[in-house]
């Protein structure tokens, strides 16, 4: 009987961290953190692992009748782990979305260079400002309010007893749609001047249409846009603690 009873007092911690790790895990699927993607699979789950059991509480199991509820249970753990992470991905895709922008107008995208985290063809500047907010990210904390919303979360709401806000739906969406503002305010500046140089250049390849305008336009348009960007670049600080802001209140409105 009380081995009976040893294994189910087991069962039921195995079960509380099991769904601690796949609210945990969630998150990494999802972390825009530079060169966290390329990370060896076994480090990234060592470090799941390790926040899992810093913020297990054995003393809080889920009320499971039988194992089978535990595989639904692990869906829905993870689906707040990586609606965590997807909501700290939209954070800093604003910024990249704002360097595609200057990197189109500037001409950048005749070089680019591939993308280590999506592994796709990405303009020089998108990388160099992906690498400065991820930076930012890391170094103004806002990696510890996503383990202090994870673990509010878990003592608000412990494991396996967690339930959907319904407004937390429309604020990922207003998220999304942040992502868009904070992008066109931080390529707003550049692509007015570059609007500026294209329609001067056209005027005078009007007047001048022996001159080959339209390849002497590239060197200028970079020189101008990196001279231009070099005076902004200050603002990406202030830009990401404002866009910060919401972004904490949503993770910590994700759960009823």
């Known amino acids: 009987m009380f081995s009976l009873l040893i294994d189910d007092q087991m069962t039921r911690v195995l079960s509380t961290f099991l769904l601690t790790l796949s609210r945990v895990a969630g998150i990494f699927a999802f972390t825009p953190v530079p060169g966290f993607k390329n990370m060896p699979m076994g480090v990234r789950a060592f470090l799941a692992l390790v926040i899992a059991c810093l913020l297990f509480d054995p003393t809080r ?45 500037a001409g950048f995208s005749y070089a680019s260079t591939l993308d280590p ?91 001048q249409p022996q001159l080959q305008v339209i390849t002497l336009s590239f060197s200028v348009k970079i020189l101008i846009a990196l001279l231009v960007f070099s005076s902004v670049v200050y603002s990406i600080g202030r830009l990401l603690h404002s866009a910060a802001v919401p972004w904490a209140a949503v993770l910590r409105s994700f759960l009823l």
Do not use: K
């Open 61 to 105: 199991s889920p009320a499971l009748e039988s194992t089978a509820e535990l595989f639904p249970a692990v869906l829905i753990e993870s689906g707040i782990g990586i609606c965590y992470g997807l909501a700290t991905a939209l954070l800093l895709e604003g910024f990249q979305l704002g360097a595609q922008i200057i990197g189109l107008q």
């Open 117 to 207: 985290t999506s592994q796709a063809d990405s303009t020089v500047l998108s990388v160099l400002v992906f690498l400065a907010t991820g930076g930012l990210f890391l170094a103004t904390d806002l990696d510890h309010v996503v383990i202090r919303a994870l673990a509010e979360g878990l003592i608000r709401h412990p494991v396996g007893t967690a339930h959907w806000n319904p407004a937390s739906v429309q604020a990922i969406l207003q998220l999304g749609s942040d992502l868009f503002r904070v992008g066109l305010r931080l390529a707003a500046p550049i692509s007015a001047i570059m609007l500026t140089i294209d329609v001067g250049l056209a005027l005078f390849s009007r007047m």
